[in-house]
C-alpha cells in the first residue's frame, strides 16, 4: 500500500457546490498531505480529509472535544505504535475562509496548510496552545511543507 489520500465533501458542501472548493482545490489537499507525509519519511498510510461547513465542524467540535462554535480543523490519529498511519482529518471550510481573509491568502493556501497540520496531528505531532506554536517545530515543519506544496 502507498500512501493513499482522499479529499471529500461534507453532506452540507456536496449540496452546495458553487461555493465548495473545486476539483483543482482538492487535488492541491491532496498533494499537501502526500508532502507532509513525506517529510515524516511515511511510505504507507491511509488519510481521509473531509471538508465541512462550519455547522458540521461545530457539531464535530462539540461532540468530540467538548468546545462550542466552529473551527479549522480536528484529526483523529485512528492507529496504534507499529501499525500503518490512518487517520481523518475535517477541515471547516468556511473558518478557513475567514482565516484566508485575515492572513491576506487565498483560501487553496489555508486549506492547504490546514491539510498538512492535520496530517502531522495525525502522525503525533503536537504544538502549544498559546503564541508560541507560532515558533514550534510542528509550525514551522508546517510551513516549510506549504512552501514546497505552494512553489
Same mark, same amino acid.
Given at each position: 500500500? =502507498?500512501? #493513499?489520500?482522499? *479529499?471529500?465533501?461534507?453532506?452540507?458542501?456536496?449540496?452546495? #457546490?458553487?461555493?465548495?472548493?473545486?476539483?483543482?482545490?482538492?487535488?492541491?489537499? *491532496?498533494?499537501?498531505? #502526500?508532502?507532509?507525509?513525506?517529510?515524516?519519511? $511515511?511510505?504507507? &498510510?491511509?488519510? &481521509?480529509?473531509?471538508?465541512?461547513?462550519?455547522?458540521? $465542524?461545530?457539531?464535530?467540535?462539540?461532540?468530540?472535544?467538548?468546545?462550542?462554535?466552529?473551527?479549522?480543523?480536528? &484529526?483523529?490519529?485512528?492507529? @496504534?505504535?507499529?501499525?500503518?498511519?490512518?487517520?481523518? $482529518?475535517? $477541515? @471547516? *471550510?468556511?473558518?478557513?475562509?475567514?482565516?484566508?481573509?485575515? /492572513?491576506? *491568502?487565498?483560501?487553496?493556501?489555508?486549506? =492547504?496548510?490546514?491539510?498538512?497540520?492535520?496530517?502531522?496531528?495525525? /502522525?503525533?505531532?503536537?504544538?502549544?496552545?498559546?503564541?508560541? #506554536?507560532?515558533? &514550534?517545530?510542528?509550525?514551522?515543519?508546517?510551513?516549510?511543507?506549504?512552501?514546497?506544496?505552494?512553489?
Amino acid at each position: 500500500m =502507498a500512501n #493513499r489520500v482522499r *479529499v471529500q465533501l461534507g453532506a452540507a458542501l456536496r449540496s452546495r #457546490r458553487a461555493d465548495a472548493p473545486d476539483a483543482d482545490a482538492r487535488k492541491l489537499l *491532496v498533494r499537501a498531505a #502526500r508532502a507532509a507525509l513525506r517529510l515524516e519519511k $511515511i511510505r504507507e &498510510s491511509e488519510i &481521509s480529509v473531509t471538508l465541512l461547513d462550519d455547522a458540521e $465542524i461545530a457539531d464535530m467540535n462539540q461532540r468530540f472535544l467538548s468546545h462550542d462554535g466552529p473551527t479549522d480543523v480536528i &484529526s483523529f490519529e485512528l492507529y @496504534g505504535d507499529g501499525e500503518t498511519p490512518v487517520g481523518d $482529518i475535517y $477541515i @471547516g *471550510v468556511e473558518q478557513a475562509q475567514r482565516q484566508a481573509a485575515q /492572513l491576506g *491568502v487565498a483560501l487553496t493556501e489555508e486549506l =492547504a496548510r490546514l491539510t498538512v497540520h492535520g496530517v502531522l496531528h495525525v /502522525l503525533g505531532h503536537e504544538h502549544p496552545d498559546d503564541e508560541a #506554536r507560532l515558533t &514550534s517545530p510542528m509550525w514551522r515543519a508546517q510551513e516549510q511543507v506549504l512552501r514546497d506544496v505552494l512553489s
